[in-house]
């Protein structure tokens, strides 16, 4: 690291609010093991084909308390019929702009600031349990700033049938601005949630580095969208850390498709008998972005079952990287999984690295995969063509579709036609359709 | 409407249609029979700007324009129609939302306005009761899990919501059983008119005894060596392609 960067970054984690005496001992250890490790190379095998040496450069900076008005882009992105909404400017709650009316008794969605107080035994409880930050450098940045971020608690047998929006703002305005969001979700025995997590951005350079941490107990279901769609200069690192009880169900679908970089991971372990652990995920990068996916399902313990689809368009100079890993030990015995990637590439300067990582050390397993990497099909273009369409309506029109047969089990009316928009907003032609 | 002039075209080095002539009149249905490799299918591609044929000599004249000049989609805007031998599977695009696509650039063309949703919705309903086409087949994708029937009848479908001036049916009758076959004959028949021109390729003579033309001519390495009425069917019936191929016309 360069040391007038190393040193920013220092000091402002020195200059941080106070914390209870644990938590600045998590931060404090984040922050050293952020110093060992440094941010990743692309001699790491995890970090081969993303270089972070742009981001390294940047002398990001926490943004400062005066909030720049973002009543455009907040507005613009509330997401009609769901109104259970926690926003966030910079990496800090903006309580004005959020509603958090009509809960049922028990369940908490609180930012993270307020949890602090309000609930320090059951955060304390769980944040940091199921993230590595140890191992992943952007993780260990994160838990040095822990302090704000998103607190949910479903109690047992309690079915939150309203979806919860959280948005996450980056508007960097003329000095780079960094945030360091952590989302902590707990959901109960027997409890059900939906958790939306969008992240937007205003022009400008911005570091999101951003950590979700799900622990989901015994025959609980959490339905979780992670949607990213940043500004041109910005940077994201996404983190998602699910831990999964006996008989719990997992349902994630993530689309990637701003920011210049883009990494993200996503990891599930299935820790109980009868988990299903489901990864899904759409990435669209053009021009010269750059948009990672590692994921990892764990199977930890026999008789759990996982699914993982994940589809990349690939425009102009852009570049995906999709790494897939399953690691099932020797006693998981039975263990079903499935995974496949799926790529189209719509330029000859685009490019894919595609790589399934099956560690699978038990005899007894079912794991398929696949992955593809192939153009838009002509015959389906001249048999558009032929019905009117131009050649360009044709190849949009395909794409959409080869994109969008992703997300055709979201059953938030809201969500998928956020989707739908933004996927073909995206397309060449912005969408003409 | 059509004129085909002297027609050569070759694919891969292979000469396959060798000097082709061919009129169309507003009105009219016309049958193109043949043997196997007889050349049907690439007349149709050809007609409607399939790539990968080179049109080595001859003209083709479409409503006083050169046809062989216009992009594929200029073609179907201008009402060219071509029902597809086997017609393609497009997974995540809607059949419903394709045809409205479909639509909505041919009325632009046109200089009508675009139908809304609710618009079209109606009338693909109206249009679907023609080949009996049932909504939940509309409403998936694009031929995706239908039957080989099922697809043929998607295709007049289209037809009959696309409203063509010059459909080219190529082998709409292969691999249909008779009910099958009656419906989308029936389909068919209901779009004639003194505006609208068909042009049916097929191998067998079974069609035209539920979709009579006006014309029937016999295509044979490339060109057509007999034009006649319908009695010339019933009569290649009899005597198969054989009697023909050994007796080559000019």
């Known amino acids: ?433 | 409407m059509l004129s085909i002039r002297n027609l050569h075209v070759s694919a891969d080095g292979k000469k396959i249609l060798k000097g082709l002539n061919l009129d169309v009149n507003a009105g009219e249905v016309h049958a193109i029979m043949g043997p196997n490799g007889a050349g049907k299918s690439t007349l149709s591609n050809v007609l409607a700007g399939r790539e990968g044929y080179e049109i080595t000599e001859g003209e083709v004249v479409y409503d006083g324009r050169n046809l062989l000049e216009m992009a594929p989609e200029e073609r179907a805007r201008e009402g060219l129609f071509l029902a597809f031998q086997y017609p393609v599977e497009i997974a995540g695009v809607g059949n419903l939302y394709f045809l409205r696509a479909a639509v909505n650039a041919i009325r632009a063309h046109r200089g009508l306005e675009e139908l809304d949703a609710m618009d079209f919705l109606s009338l693909a309903k109206e249009r679907m009761k023609l080949v009996e086409l049932k909504q939940e087949l509309a409403n998936r994708s694009v031929n995706q899990g239908f039957s080989g029937g099922e697809k043929k009848r998607n295709e007049i479908f289209q037809m009959a919501l696309l409203e063509p001036r010059l459909a080219v049916l190529d082998e709409i009758d292969s691999g249909l059983d008779i009910d099958a076959l009656r419906v989308v004959a029936n389909g068919v028949n209901a779009l004639r008119s003194d505006k609208r021109a068909f042009l049916m390729i097929t191998h067998y003579q079974r069609l035209l005894d539920y979709v009579v033309p006006d014309h029937v001519h016999v295509l044979v390495d490339g060109r057509i060596v007999e034009s006649g009425d319908k009695t010339l069917a019933q009569e290649l019936e009899k005597k198969g392609y054989q009697g023909i191929e050994v007796a080559p016309g000019q």
């Open chain 1, 1 to 433: 690291m360069i040391d007038t960067i190393q040193e920013t970054y220092r000091s402002s984690f020195e200059h941080q609010p106070e914390a209870p005496a644990w938590l600045a001992e998590l931060r404090r250890q984040g922050f050293a093991r952020f110093t060992e490790l440094g941010f990743p190379t692309t001699k790491l095998e995890n970090w081969r084909y993303t270089s972070t040496a742009a981001l390294a450069k940047v002398a990001f900076q926490p943004a400062p308390v005066s909030a720049p008005d973002t009543k455009a882009i907040v507005d613009a992105n509330r997401l009609e019929g769901v109104d259970l909404q926690l926003v966030f400017v910079n990496g800090r709650f903006d309580a004005a702009a959020s509603t958090t009316a009509g809960l049922p008794e028990g369940v908490v969605v609180v930012s993270l600031g307020e949890a602090l107080g309000s609930h320090e035994a059951l955060v304390r409880e769980h944040l940091g349990r199921y993230v590595d930050a140890e191992q992943q450098a952007f993780a260990a940045l994160n838990t040095a700033y822990l302090g704000e971020g998103v607190f949910v608690h479903v109690p047992e047998g309690v079915q939150l049938s309203a979806p919860i929006h959280l948005l996450f703002v980056a508007a960097p305005g003329a000095d780079p601005v960094m945030m360091h969001p952590r989302v902590l979700v707990v959901a109960d025995k027997g409890s059900r949630l939906q958790l939306i997590e969008q992240y937007v951005g205003t022009a400008g350079a911005s570091l999101t580095n951003t950590v979700a941490e799900f622990a989901v107990g015994e025959e609980a279901e959490v339905v979780h969208y992670r949607l990213q769609r940043e500004g041109a200069e910005a940077f994201h690192i996404g983190t998602l850390a699910a831990s999964q009880a006996a008989g719990s169900r997992l349902r994630s679908f993530s689309l990637s498709l701003g920011a210049a970089l883009a990494r993200h991971d996503l990891g599930t372990n299935l820790g109980g008998k009868d988990a299903w652990g489901e990864l899904n995920g759409l990435y669209l990068v053009k021009g010269t972005q750059h948009a990672d996916f590692h994921t990892t399902i764990e199977h930890t313990v026999p008789h759990c079952a996982s699914r993982e689809l994940f589809k990349g368009v690939l425009d102009g100079k852009g570049h995906g990287v999709f790494n897939g890993r399953i690691v099932v030990p020797r006693d998981a015995q039975k263990s079903d999984s499935g995974m496949t990637n799926q790529n189209l590439l719509l330029s000859r300067d685009a490019e894919i690295d595609t790589k399934p990582e099956l560690e699978i050390y038990a005899d007894d397993v079912k794991c398929s995969h696949g992955a593809t990497v192939g153009q838009l099909d002509e015959e389906s273009i001249f048999y558009l063509r032929a019905r009117g369409l131009s050649l360009q309506e044709a190849r949009s029109l395909l794409t959409l579709g080869f994109a969008l047969e992703l997300f055709e089990q979201i059953d938030i009316p809201a969500v998928r036609s956020l989707l739908d928009r933004e996927v073909l907003a995206w397309l060449p032609g912005g969408g003409k359709e």
